[in-house]
């Protein structure tokens, strides 16, 4: 091998190694990011049990008061909110969380499946627009016209926050 073969492989492993560690620590941010619930300013909820999340998300709560629906808005798959969500939340698969929704639609234990969102943005909109909506955003993109909520008595970047 020529000099400049060498020092030709060497960058080409030193640039390969590099985007390896960038991608790494990418990932470990990201994975350090909360995921925060939030609702409609008027819903009249401020702090719900992780169980209680539960319930709502599996569409077992449908209102929130008698005539204020729930409206699960639920971010398109592949998002991480959504892995998070299916995760630590409903505790399946995407195909299980498809298949879930598609039963109880079937049964007629409701009438709709969550409203897919598209991105955090959307989100953040349609919460404010909704009322009863509830959905999960990165906890960086809360905006100001939502209402955060709190799991467990947890906000998110508190010790002990679960949706992680």
């Known amino acids: 091998m020529t000099t400049h073969q060498k020092f ?7 640039g390969c190694l590099s985007l390896c560690l960038l991608q ?4 470990q941010s990201a994975g350090d990011v909360d995921v925060a619930v939030v609702v409609h300013p008027d ?5 719900l049990t992780l169980a209680e999340v ?17 409206v699960l808005l639920i971010r398109a798959p592949v998002a991480r909110e959504r892995n998070v969500v299916l995760k630590v939340i409903y505790q399946m698969s995407e195909s299980q969380f498809k298949q879930y929704w598609i039963a109880k639609i079937f049964r007629a234990e409701t009438a709709t499946a969550p409203k ?3 991105s955090n943005d959307m989100a953040n909109e349609l919460v404010t627009a909704i009322p009863g909506a ?9 905006r100001p016209g939502t209402k955060l909520i709190r799991v467990d008595g947890r906000l998110p970047k508190e010790q002990g926050y679960p949706l992680r």
């Open 116 to 118: 897919v969102v598209y």
């Open 43 to 47: 819903t009249p909820v401020s702090n």
């Open 54 to 70: 539960r319930k709502v998300f599996l569409g077992d709560r449908q209102y929130w008061s008698t005539d204020v629906p729930v």
């Open 8 to 14: 030709a492989s060497r960058a080409l492993i030193t």
């Open 134 to 142: 509830i959905a999960f955003i990165d906890a960086r993109d809360v």
């Open 24 to 27: 790494s620590l990418i990932a």
